[in-house]
DNA sequence: CAGAAAGTTGAATGCATGTTCAAGTTCCTT
DNA sequence: AAGGAACTTGAACATGCATTCAACTTTCTG
């Protein structure tokens, strides 16, 4: 294994651990040394893998932004039926239990001010995932099984606004049924698009 | 002026800078000093006022909360046709510029998992906001005018899902055009009540 | 007006944090 | 095996933070 793979091996082991304790405690105790204690490592090693403690912070959020996309996308493109994939990107964009990562995305938003390179990446994930539901739409548009009784574009605007909202709630403490939520987001597409879903 | 009397201005006071800087740097930026500078005080008299500094802030959420559903509960009350008081709601929800109130709402969310008290806030105003809708969407539907095509508590939860995104978005940088997210939430509306608005 | 109560201050304290670094260890190359 | 590069460490340092407090000023009260 040469070099510059052990170092990137390394630098995700320390992101991982960032994501760990930013999951489990909360993005503000993740600092160096709670970060270092969960990666088995000294405060320096930390540091010595990224220039500054905000690298790190910015190298995991990004990380946990895209994989959030990345896993969207790919059960989108798994699934070529256009109601089918509505369904399935409906189930997976109101997942049962929220996942640590989903913590981090939205706590992440309190690091904005000081931190203004992370806001291109939470404007493209939203950005991206509006494409995604618009895509979808306009496929199933194509073929006549859906019928868009508003702009498609509105459609999956609220389709994507309705998924943060109901993944950010569990965060506050607001525990609606999942089942209830999926339900509700579905009905709202089923009216739009004129089609049972 | 009586003693207490002022003891609240002075503690209001206190509040409203911590808001101000919470609204103009982000809640990170608030600490007793940049509060203290903000009141024109030192930093020993805000722990005058407040035992510690995290009673403030959670005075100052807490504020920023009731007022924030205090409005929307105006709104609804001084418009007495369902049809009417739904738009002036979604209007109401969906500023046309995101308030600095709004801001430390979706920041202090990062501040949950070490401040617990705060949670039941958030949730409640959420909570409040949906039976807010829902009974303007009962009375509604209880003279006809509404004619809901799936229940209306989940309309109720779908629309204020809708708002809190919209309100979110434009923290992360997506600056979405405001007359069509509420073109967007409007017709949504339309959609699950059967009824043009 | 005098004494007490309330309010204000800014320096001092203690703690947590990000960062640096000299010293040591492990790994790789020749 | 030798020497150098990569890596690791933990203590040390600087900074920023909430909080305390003794001294002082203002306001109230009888």
Redesign the pocket.
Known sequence: ???ST??AQ?RDALVAALRRVAGERGIL?A????VAAEA??????????F????DLVAAAVEGVLEEFYERRRRIAEEVADPRERLRAMIDAGIPDEISSDLRIVYESIALLPERPQLRPLHRSIVERQVMLYRTTLEIGAGVGVFRPRTPVAAIARNLVALEDSYDMYPLIGLGLDRDECRRAVLDYAALALDCEL
Do not use: C, H, I, K
């Open positions: 294994m040469n070099q052990r170092q390394r105790q600092n160096v040394r709670t088995d490592v000294s405060a320096g090693s930390v540091l010595y893998y220039p500054t403690f905000d």
